[in-house]
């Protein structure tokens, strides 16, 4: 593959997100940019998509698409897929996994998405069995690759099958900072959408989170201010331990690419270098967080460490009902992801603390903007302040809104 032409890609993120993504894609000079349900497609240099999957801090992950063709069953499919030269994507003794997804038409005709991904997962093994004896092995846990097919259904009887490529490896959302996926519920590029979608300014505002739970939200402000990329601990560790944290590091159509593999390699040393000089001018005094329970407070505070951001983020254990700002000159945006009340009879207890949570921001809160982002629509009826905006979200399968308080 020419370094130089265009590529198609599909970048994927949160939903109602994607407007965020698209303006992302077109600073990076994406070009044929198409907005769908849950991501974008767009064209760029290998060059240009790289660049992007560094910086982008809505992306959950980037595909390659490396082919399409269309089929008038899955009959058809096995053959198709026989015919690709898969040789250019991977090697015998990489593993790999394919998932199948489908559009509401082809959904409706196809159903199972495992015997799909089966029949292509066939085609494959058996062009590697023909060209060297020999087949790769499938692992779907942790692959060296792995290939998205979508089905789409069209006008003509046929149906349109694209394969992507996966280039990620761990999701983007997964910065690297937090101990696991578990530890707390809001991914990292939700909460970086969230404070984007915001009127907080980094150049002036003090930013607060009052119920920072794990500082997922605190810890994507600062990358947002200091313009670190959302990708820095895994360029920082393909620099210093020479890990390999992409998928497409591995893959045969880059490291073939000499010209791409030289650029990619000299770019993140110089983004390693970029961000070593950013850490050094971060400011001590714009973000504040704060929790009641000590256990989150711990978690919060390694995760400031694995970031170098613990003399930064000024962390303190403080019950959000009654924290105070840090002090009364400076304004700005205080945040927070308060729980929503999922199990069964929680959302009564709650109540309450919806209830006080909105009556210290009047009190205390004067001339700042509050944001409260939350799953639970008859929760937020407790906060007696007048809402200036609501922004639909959804944290994962559950439909949120961020709310705007203007606090005068």
């Known amino acids: 593959m020419n370094n130089q032409t265009k590529t198609n890609f599909f970048a994927s993120c949160s ?64 053959g198709k897929v026989k015919e690709y030269s898969w040789q250019n994507i991977f090697s015998l003794n990489q593993t790999f996994k394919i998932k199948t997804i489908f559009d509401s038409n082809s959904k409706r005709a196809f159903k199972n998405s495992i015997l799909f991904s089966q029949k292509a997962k066939d085609g494959i093994v058996d062009n590697f069995r023909e060209k060297t004896s020999k087949r790769p092995s499938v692992d779907t846990q942790s692959p060296d690759i792995s290939i998205l097919i979508r089905v789409e259904g069209t006008v003509d009887n046929k149906w349109k099958i694209i394969f992507y490529l996966d280039l990620c490896h761990l999701p983007l959302s997964q910065r690297g900072y937090r101990k696991n996926s578990g530890e707390a519920p809001l991914r990292e590029n939700l909460a970086a959408g969230i404070i984007m979608l915001t009127d907080w300014d980094p150049k002036k505002d003090l930013f607060i989170d009052s119920m920072c739970g794990s500082g997922t939200l605190s810890i994507e402000a600062v990358l947002i201010s200091a313009q670190i990329p959302p990708t820095f601990l895994k360029i920082k560790s393909f620099i210093e331990k020479k890990e390999k944290p992409f998928s497409f590091l591995n893959h045969n159509w880059f490291n073939k690419n000499k010209g791409l593999k030289n650029y990619f390699y000299r770019r993140a040393e110089s983004l390693y270098e970029e961000i070593e000089n950013k850490m050094k001018n971060l400011s001590k005094k714009q973000f504040y967080a704060s929790d009641w329970d000590n256990r ?52 009564e207890k709650l109540k309450e603390l919806y209830r006080d949570y909105g009556e210290n921001l009047k009190r205390n809160f004067k001339g700042f903007r509050a944001y409260i982002f939350t799953g639970n629509m008859n929760l937020r009826k407790q906060i007696s302040l007048s809402t200036s905006k609501r922004i639909p979200l959804f944290n994962g399968t559950i439909e949120c809104r961020l709310l705007k308080y203007d606090l005068y």
């Open 296 to 347: 989150v407070l711990n978690t919060a505070r390694e995760n400031f460490q694995k970031m170098n951001f613990e003399d930064v983020i000024n962390l303190k254990k403080q019950n959000a009902l009654k924290l105070p700002p840090p002090n009364n000159k400076e304004k700005g945006v205080i945040i927070c992801n308060p729980p929503y009340g999922i199990r069964l009879g929680e959302e």
């Open 15 to 78: 939903r109602n997100l994607e407007e965020l993504l698209e303006r992302e894609a077109s600073t990076f000079g994406c070009e044929n940019i198409d907005k769908q349900i849950g991501g974008i497609n767009f064209s760029s240099s290998h060059e240009t998509c790289l660049e992007f999957l560094l910086h982008s801090r809505i992306s959950s992950r980037v595909f390659m698409k490396i082919t399409d063709f269309s089929i008038k069953s899955l009959n058809d499919l096995y």
